[in-house]
């Protein structure tokens, strides 16, 4: 399997010839250490810097942050088996059948939300 790196964020910004000062004065920042930080993975941006980053970079968070995504997705979708192993044993009403076929949907569809589309 390939490897994937946690972030992207360091070959998008060099890509499009942006220097750490630059990119953090578009982020709202007072200096680079935080650009650093979250380009070697010493630091999680949050949502709204996360956000700037798409807009500055024309990029989904998802293809940003791919090993990430990808961590956090395999991490989710082993929680999703143990609920559905919980919900199994629950008494089966019209809800809980529901609720296990959306979360069997979750299991079998790799990198999609229920309802989305790829």
């Given at each position: 399997?390939?490897?994937?790196?946690?972030?992207?964020?360091?070959?998008?910004?060099?890509?499009?010839?942006?220097?750490?000062?630059?990119?953090?004065?578009?982020?709202?920042?007072?200096?680079?250490?935080?650009?650093?930080r979250y380009?070697?993975?010493?630091?999680?941006?949050?949502?709204?810097?996360?956000?700037?980053?798409?807009?500055?970079?024309?990029?989904?968070?998802?293809?940003l942050f791919?090993?990430?995504?990808?961590?956090?997705?395999?991490?989710?979708?082993?929680?999703?088996?143990?609920?559905?192993?919980?919900?199994?044993?629950?008494?089966?009403?019209?809800?809980?059948?529901?609720?296990?076929?959306?979360?069997?949907?979750?299991?079998?569809?790799?990198?999609?939300?229920?309802?989305e589309d790829?």
């Open positions: 399997m390939a490897s994937t790196l946690q972030n992207y964020l360091r070959m998008f910004r060099k890509r499009i010839g942006l220097s750490q000062d630059e990119i953090a004065f578009l982020l709202g920042s007072e200096d680079a250490a935080n650009v650093s380009e070697t993975n010493g630091a999680l941006p949050g949502l709204k810097i996360t956000l700037a980053y798409e807009v500055i970079f024309g990029v989904p968070a998802r293809r791919a090993g990430l995504v990808d961590e956090i997705e395999e991490k989710t979708k082993h929680r999703v088996q143990l609920l559905v192993v919980k919900l199994s044993k629950q008494k089966q009403d019209k809800m809980t059948a529901y609720k296990l076929a959306m979360l069997k949907t979750l299991i079998s569809q790799p990198g999609t939300e229920p309802g790829k």
